[in-house]
């Protein structure tokens, strides 16, 4: 009987795993660093502060990762069915140089920044980051509205940009 509690125990905390969804980026992932297309050092905070009042998708993604290559016609379709939207660019490419190839070869039109703490880094840490491409939607307010898609054509995506 002990050993079915204690298996019980366990499958109960592997499931309840944290379900709040964040809605304000913490100060750790804010003040994370990024690189610009011009080798400029910013923090993230100065990132979003760029695009204040206005909605942000944010795509995580690298020019190394078959899965983000073939979902850019599906952020394609995004970007021409909402105009108004800020679309930024979030590279985990391994160099600065594989990631300026990677957005002119792939025709990736937005704002681009180089994730240089990468997967782990105070940002990827922050936002949970498991897999690949990964959009967000930021709200005007700078409140996060979608926390996770993997998909550009997500139902969650379309929704919170209507």
């Known amino acids: 009987m002990k050993k079915i509690i204690y298996i ?3 499958v109960v905390s592997f499931f309840s795993c944290k379900t709040d969804i964040p809605t ?3 100060d750790e992932a804010l ?3 990024f690189i610009t297309l011009e080798g400029d050092s910013i923090p993230f905070k100065d990132i979003l502060q760029a695009h204040e009042g206005k909605t942000i998708v944010i795509d995580v993604w690298a020019s190394w990762c078959s899965d983000c290559i073939k979902g850019m016609p599906k952020v394609k379709v995004l970007q021409d069915d909402f105009k108004d939207v800020v679309y930024l ?3 985990l490419d391994r160099s600065q ?4 190839k990677g957005i002119e070869k792939y025709n990736v039109q937005g704002a681009h920044y180089f994730m240089q703490s990468g997967w782990k ?3 990827g840490t922050f936002v949970e980051l498991d897999w690949i491409p990964r959009y967000m939607i930021i709200n005007p307010d700078g409140t996060i509205k979608v926390f996770k898609a993997i998909e550009a054509d997500d139902n969650k995506l379309i929704e919170a940009l209507k």
């Open 8 to 10: 019980l125990i366990l």
């Open 24 to 26: 304000k980026f913490s």
């Open 31 to 33: 003040n994370d660093t």
């Open 89 to 91: 660019f979030l590279s």
């Open 97 to 100: 140089e594989s990631w300026k």
């Open 121 to 123: 880094g105070p940002f």
